[in-house]
Protein backbone atom coordinates (compact mmCIF):
# COMPACT_ATOMS: atom_id res chain seq x y z
CA UNK A 1 0.00 0.00 0.00
CA UNK A 2 1.48 3.76 -0.86
CA UNK A 3 0.77 6.13 1.23
CA UNK A 4 -0.23 9.37 -0.51
CA UNK A 5 -0.86 12.15 2.19
CA UNK A 6 1.11 14.80 3.86
CA UNK A 7 1.22 14.70 7.01
CA UNK A 8 1.20 18.64 7.64
CA UNK A 9 -1.32 19.37 4.97
CA UNK A 10 -3.51 16.30 5.23
CA UNK A 11 -3.13 15.32 8.49
CA UNK A 12 -6.10 12.97 8.63
CA UNK A 13 -6.28 11.34 5.68
CA UNK A 14 -2.25 10.55 6.26
CA UNK A 15 -3.32 8.93 9.55
CA UNK A 16 -5.63 6.65 7.86
CA UNK A 17 -3.50 5.56 5.42
CA UNK A 18 -1.45 4.49 8.39
CA UNK A 19 -3.66 3.11 9.95
CA UNK A 20 -4.25 0.82 7.00
CA UNK A 21 -0.51 0.13 6.29
CA UNK A 22 1.84 -2.92 7.66
CA UNK A 23 4.96 -1.87 9.48
CA UNK A 24 6.39 -3.39 5.83
CA UNK A 25 4.75 -0.29 4.21
CA UNK A 26 5.71 2.20 6.99
CA UNK A 27 9.17 1.31 6.78
CA UNK A 28 9.18 1.57 3.13
CA UNK A 29 7.66 4.89 3.35
CA UNK A 30 10.37 6.17 5.66
CA UNK A 31 12.63 4.56 3.13
CA UNK A 32 11.68 6.05 0.15
CA UNK A 33 11.24 9.82 1.84
CA UNK A 34 14.30 9.80 3.42
CA UNK A 35 15.12 12.07 6.49
CA UNK A 36 12.04 14.30 5.47
CA UNK A 37 8.85 12.63 6.32
CA UNK A 38 9.94 12.49 10.28
CA UNK A 39 11.21 15.99 10.06
CA UNK A 40 7.82 16.99 8.65
CA UNK A 41 6.40 15.52 11.68
CA UNK A 42 8.38 16.62 14.24
CA UNK A 43 7.86 20.37 12.72
CA UNK A 44 4.20 19.48 12.82
CA UNK A 45 4.60 19.27 16.34
CA UNK A 46 4.17 22.80 17.71
CA UNK A 47 1.06 23.28 15.51
CA UNK A 48 -0.86 20.84 17.61
CA UNK A 49 0.79 21.40 20.66
CA UNK A 50 -2.25 22.23 23.12
CA UNK A 51 -0.47 24.82 25.63
CA UNK A 52 -4.06 24.74 27.73
CA UNK A 53 -2.96 20.78 28.39
CA UNK A 54 0.15 21.79 29.78
CA UNK A 55 -0.21 24.74 31.95
CA UNK A 56 3.09 25.12 33.68
CA UNK A 57 5.10 22.54 32.15
CA UNK A 58 9.08 23.13 31.57
CA UNK A 59 10.56 20.17 29.93
CA UNK A 60 12.73 18.88 27.21
CA UNK A 61 12.01 15.58 25.87
CA UNK A 62 14.49 13.62 23.76
CA UNK A 63 13.07 10.81 21.06
CA UNK A 64 15.00 8.18 19.31
CA UNK A 65 13.10 6.82 16.15
CA UNK A 66 15.01 3.76 14.78
CA UNK A 67 14.45 3.20 11.36
CA UNK A 68 14.02 0.70 9.17
CA UNK A 69 18.06 0.25 7.94
CA UNK A 70 18.29 0.41 11.92
CA UNK A 71 19.57 4.45 12.01
CA UNK A 72 18.84 6.17 14.72
CA UNK A 73 16.75 9.37 14.23
CA UNK A 74 17.34 11.68 17.19
CA UNK A 75 14.86 14.84 17.86
CA UNK A 76 14.04 17.03 21.01
CA UNK A 77 11.20 18.25 21.64
CA UNK A 78 11.16 21.59 24.52
CA UNK A 79 8.35 22.61 26.21
CA UNK A 80 8.58 25.65 28.25
CA UNK A 81 6.57 29.20 28.86
CA UNK A 82 3.02 27.14 27.05
CA UNK A 83 5.67 27.04 24.03
CA UNK A 84 6.67 23.78 22.03
CA UNK A 85 9.74 23.97 19.79
CA UNK A 86 11.36 20.75 17.89
CA UNK A 87 14.81 20.88 16.79
CA UNK A 88 16.16 18.02 15.51
CA UNK A 89 19.62 16.26 17.56
CA UNK A 90 19.25 16.44 21.49
CA UNK A 91 21.79 18.79 22.72
CA UNK A 92 20.03 20.01 25.98
CA UNK A 93 19.57 17.30 28.92
CA UNK A 94 16.25 15.42 29.04
CA UNK A 95 13.79 14.77 31.45
CA UNK A 96 12.09 11.99 29.52
CA UNK A 97 14.02 9.86 26.68
CA UNK A 98 11.72 7.65 24.43
CA UNK A 99 13.11 5.24 21.80
CA UNK A 100 10.96 3.29 19.70
CA UNK A 101 11.09 1.98 16.00
CA UNK A 102 9.35 4.11 13.10
CA UNK A 103 6.03 2.08 12.51
CA UNK A 104 4.88 2.40 16.10
CA UNK A 105 5.80 6.16 16.09
CA UNK A 106 3.86 6.38 12.75
CA UNK A 107 1.22 5.39 14.78
CA UNK A 108 1.74 6.73 17.62
CA UNK A 109 2.12 10.34 16.11
CA UNK A 110 -1.21 9.50 14.28
CA UNK A 111 -3.55 8.33 16.77
CA UNK A 112 -3.68 4.69 15.70
CA UNK A 113 -1.90 3.60 18.99
CA UNK A 114 -1.79 4.98 22.13
CA UNK A 115 1.78 5.24 24.02
CA UNK A 116 0.80 3.97 26.97
CA UNK A 117 0.21 0.72 25.20
CA UNK A 118 2.90 1.26 23.39
CA UNK A 119 5.00 1.23 26.56
CA UNK A 120 3.37 -1.51 28.54
CA UNK A 121 3.91 -4.24 25.52
CA UNK A 122 7.64 -2.79 25.13
CA UNK A 123 7.49 -1.38 22.12
CA UNK A 124 7.85 2.10 23.08
CA UNK A 125 11.35 2.36 25.59
CA UNK A 126 11.08 5.40 28.42
CA UNK A 127 14.04 6.51 30.56
CA UNK A 128 13.96 9.32 32.85
CA UNK A 129 10.40 10.88 34.13
CA UNK A 130 7.80 8.10 33.65
CA UNK A 131 4.67 10.21 34.97
CA UNK A 132 5.65 12.94 32.28
CA UNK A 133 5.91 9.66 29.72
CA UNK A 134 2.07 8.76 30.59
CA UNK A 135 0.65 12.21 30.25
CA UNK A 136 3.43 13.97 27.64
CA UNK A 137 0.55 12.73 24.65
CA UNK A 138 -2.57 14.57 26.19
CA UNK A 139 -0.21 17.78 25.67
CA UNK A 140 -0.61 17.08 21.67
CA UNK A 141 -4.15 17.04 19.64
CA UNK A 142 -3.37 13.97 17.16
CA UNK A 143 -5.77 13.19 14.27
CA UNK A 144 -8.77 11.45 15.02
CA UNK A 145 -9.49 8.27 13.05
Same mark, same amino acid.
Given at each position: ????????????????????????????????????????????????????????????????????????????????????????????? !??? &? @?? #??????? %???? /?? =? !??? &? @?? #??????? %???? /?? =?????????????
Amino acid at each position: MAIQADPLTEPREFALQVRAASDADLEQLVRDAGPSLLNSIFEGMPGVFRADRAGALDTVVHWHVLGPDNADAAYQVTIAGGQCVTSPGTPDP !ARL &T @LR #LDVANFL %RMTT /GN =A !AAW &T @LF #LRGRLKA %RGDL /GL =ARTFPQYFDVPKV
